[in-house]
């Protein structure tokens, strides 16, 4: 068979198809040829290939890593989302899914996973476990299949929590007192601050898992209070100046004289009529073995540790915003008091991240952060 005329039939730019006409001879028998002329249609399809493939198929994955913290707020993965976010530490997840306690992020190759795992080790204190699980075995060719599943374990101690130490931790910790505010969270590293002495102190991870406790008060139990009188005490360590500070509740103006002295930290930024946040131990009712066991020993706990100074002017300002993980949703719908606990949750971390410095110079650069302008920030210092 020979072929004689071949030509391209018009058909729309995007129907995917080829249509072709073709014209053709053969010798039937001698001295006798036979010519057809017919049309060819061909279709373009599209193909992935396997690893592709999988990435679009839920519940095919290699390895995943499990990142919890057993605290009740979200603000450790907000700041944790930003820092992923920063690095692109989330290129190669194949799907993420957010779970009651933490995220799980889905991987195509064991390496991947164990990436993630370390990037996640040098921003947060945290601890990880790995298992793996075999899913099927060839005896001829003498190769298995396993799914790897790395647990990442937070420290459930964040910025601002009041702790309570336990007297031979607080010992092995340069002597710090018992009573210690997390002032900081950088790396794998939890600092610690006496806010009546300014004696400050590191928490390795590793200290910490030795002898895990927990927080005895955060961020949601603190209350609002009115600076009446401030005196110095000279005592001064970098950013901290030490002060007997008189203080009372706002929810207390006007109904009684009740007020409180208490040695800060904050003196050097705290004036008479200023607001700062604090916790008020006085009337609290904590649930933990080592502050109860102060109780018996020690005389005279601090009735309120003040933890930070606040401005009225910023709650006028519009408020930040900022990009999150695309995650897989789920799909009941959320109950409205988890939605409106998100919201404040939201709300308490940018609120944070516009007081710390330290915090928005790491978190500089993230795309789609939008925070408060610094001019406000020194209007409301002055």
């Not at 992935?48 to 009740?72: E, H, I, L, S």
């Given at each position: 068979?020979?072929?004689?005329?071949?030509?391209?039939?018009?058909?729309?730019?995007?129907?995917?198809?080829?249509r072709v006409?073709?014209?053709?001879?053969?010798?039937?028998f001698?001295?006798?040829?036979?010519?057809q002329?017919?049309?060819?249609?061909?279709?373009?399809?599209?193909?992935?290939?396997?690893?592709c493939?999988?990435?679009y198929?839920?519940?095919t994955?290699?390895?995943?890593?499990?990142v919890r913290?057993?605290v009740?707020?979200?603000?450790?993965?907000?700041?944790?989302?930003?820092?992923?976010?920063?690095?692109?530490?989330?290129?190669?997840?194949?799907n993420?899914?957010?779970?009651?306690d933490?995220?799980?992020?889905?991987?195509?190759?064991?390496a991947?996973?164990?990436?993630?795992?370390?990037?996640?080790?040098g921003?947060?204190?945290?601890?990880?476990?790995?298992?793996?699980?075999?899913?099927?075995?060839?005896?001829?060719?003498?190769?298995s299949?396993?799914?790897?599943?790395?647990?990442?374990?937070?420290?459930?101690?964040?910025?601002?929590?009041?702790?309570?130490?336990?007297?031979?931790?607080?010992k092995?910790?340069?002597?710090i007192?018992?009573?210690?505010?997390c002032?900081?969270?950088?790396?794998?590293?939890?600092?610690?601050?006496?806010?009546?002495?300014l004696?400050?102190?590191?928490?390795?991870?590793?200290?910490?898992?030795?002898?895990?406790?927990?927080?005895?008060?955060?961020?949601?139990?603190?209350?609002?209070?009115?600076?009446?009188?401030?005196?110095?005490?000279g005592?001064?360590?970098?950013?901290?100046?030490?002060a007997?500070?008189?203080?009372?509740?706002?929810?207390?103006?006007?109904?009684?004289?009740?007020?409180?002295?208490?040695?800060?930290?904050?003196?050097?930024?705290?004036?008479?009529g200023?607001?700062?946040?604090?916790?008020?131990?006085?009337?609290a009712?904590?649930?933990?073995?080592?502050?109860?066991?102060?109780?018996?020993?020690?005389?005279?706990?601090?009735?309120?540790?003040?933890?930070?100074?606040?401005?009225?002017?910023?709650?006028?300002?519009?408020?930040?915003?900022?990009?999150?993980?695309?995650?897989?949703?789920?799909?009941?719908?959320?109950?409205?008091?988890?939605?409106?606990?998100?919201?404040?949750?939201?709300?308490?971390?940018?609120?944070?991240?516009?007081?710390?410095?330290?915090m928005k110079?790491?978190?500089?650069?993230?795309?789609?952060?939008?925070?408060?302008?610094?001019?406000?920030?020194?209007?409301?210092?002055?």
């Amino acid at each position: 068979m020979r072929l004689i005329d071949a030509g391209f039939i018009w058909t729309e730019p995007h129907s995917r198809r080829i249509r072709v006409k073709l014209t053709v001879q053969k010798e039937a028998f001698t001295s006798t040829i036979l010519q057809q002329t017919f049309e060819c249609e061909f279709v373009v399809a599209y193909q992935q290939c396997p690893d592709c493939a999988k990435t679009y198929t839920k519940n095919t994955w290699k390895a995943t890593v499990q990142v919890r913290q057993k605290v009740p707020h979200k603000r450790t993965f907000l700041y944790l989302e930003q820092l992923i976010l920063k690095h692109h530490a989330h290129t190669e997840a194949s799907n993420i899914k957010e779970v009651k306690d933490g995220l799980d992020f889905f991987y195509q190759t064991r390496a991947a996973a164990a990436k993630m795992v370390e990037f996640l080790s040098g921003v947060v204190p945290s601890r990880s476990k790995k298992s793996e699980e075999l899913i099927s075995m060839d005896t001829k060719n003498n190769t298995s299949n396993y799914k790897f599943t790395y647990s990442v374990e937070i420290v459930p101690i964040c910025k601002d929590d009041l702790i309570c130490l336990p007297p031979k931790l607080a010992k092995s910790l340069g002597n710090i007192g018992q009573m210690v505010l997390c002032h900081k969270i950088a790396g794998n590293t939890v600092h610690l601050l006496d806010p009546t002495t300014l004696q400050t102190t590191d928490l390795p991870t590793a200290t910490y898992w030795r002898q895990p406790f927990g927080t005895l008060a955060d961020i949601p139990e603190m209350v609002e209070f009115v600076v009446l009188d401030v005196e110095f005490t000279g005592q001064t360590k970098g950013k901290w100046a030490l002060a007997d500070i008189e203080v009372a509740r706002s929810s207390d103006m006007g109904s009684n004289d009740d007020s409180y002295w208490v040695k800060s930290h904050l003196g050097g930024i705290l004036h008479p009529g200023d607001l700062a946040m604090g916790y008020f131990l006085a009337n609290a009712n904590l649930n933990n073995p080592e502050y109860d066991d102060m109780l018996k020993n020690v005389d005279n706990l601090p009735d309120v540790i003040l933890v930070k100074k606040i401005y009225p002017e910023r709650r006028k300002r519009k408020p930040g915003k900022m990009r999150m993980l695309e995650k897989e949703v789920s799909e009941m719908a959320p109950r409205k008091q988890d939605v409106e606990k998100l919201e404040r949750d939201y709300e308490i971390f940018l609120e944070t991240l516009e007081e710390d410095e330290d915090m928005k110079q790491l978190l500089s650069g993230v795309e789609g952060l939008d925070l408060a302008g610094d001019e406000d920030h020194e209007m409301a210092e002055a």
